[in-house]
């Protein structure tokens, strides 16, 4: 059986509790026995980590001990798989370089906050996005600095009343990608859980990608 660790917690504005009681229960119907954990003392055991298929962040900001980050991107390499979402993820140990890497991309921005915007899968051949089709969202647009060496699945055309000077960027939205041994797959989007329930193939990509991910 595939286990995963997710670790909650930080910003309270992107829900951590929250998303992480919907994709435990989303993951356990898939298969997967998860653990929970809202500390950051989670990643202070490598031998643990090391023992997971799956190690999902949401914690957005928040600071990693030089082990902490050590042990988490170790066990990456040795095959443990990464996925997770919007900042809880993709804005999350803002000081921790090696993170970044291993991620994929580091969030910037969001010009004009919550919006509409569509969100167009570029590789419909991969299993990860597969029989569905481009999507609306209303939410925040990251604009993000990101790994050229990505596998990009998604992307948002930006489009910004108050940074127009971003106006036509055609931003990787969701990707995957290998880091060592270890799978990493990440989606922007989800600032808050509603937005899964109301976009379900934005939950179908994030669980196929969680799953992708898993070793």
């Not at 055991?45 to 023992?51: C, Q």
């Not at 050590?70 to 997770?84: D, P, R, S």
């Not at 919007?86 to 919550?114: K, S």
Request: with cysteine; aromatic share 10%.
């Amino acid at each position: 059986m595939k286990t995963a660790l997710i670790v909650h917690g930080g910003w309270a504005g992107h829900h951590p509790q929250a998303c992480a009681e919907l994709f435990a229960a989303e993951l356990a119907a898939r298969g997967v026995a998860v653990t929970r954990s809202d500390t950051l003392a989670a990643f202070d055991d490598a031998a643990a980590l090391s023992a997971f298929s799956l190690i999902v962040p949401m914690w957005t900001m928040g600071t990693l001990t030089e082990a902490q980050e050590k042990n988490l991107i170790a066990a990456v390499l040795a095959g443990t798989g990464l996925a997770g979402f919007h900042g809880g993820m993709g804005d999350a140990f803002r000081g921790c370089i090696g993170y970044h890497w291993m991620v994929g991309g580091q969030f910037v921005a969001h010009p004009d906050n919550f919006k509409d915007y569509t969100v167009n899968l570029v590789n419909r051949t991969d299993p990860i996005v597969a029989g569905l089709d481009d999507f609306a969202v209303h939410t925040e647009q990251y604009y993000m600095l990101v790994d050229p060496r990505n596998e990009v699945l998604a992307t948002t055309t930006h489009r910004s009343p108050s940074a127009p000077w971003t106006d036509g960027v055609v931003m990787p939205c969701i990707w995957k990608k290998h880091h060592g041994r270890g799978r990493v797959f990440y989606s922007a989007l989800g600032h808050q859980p509603s937005e899964f329930t109301a976009v379900p193939a934005l939950l179908e990509i994030t669980l196929r990608g969680m799953l992708w991910a898993a070793r």
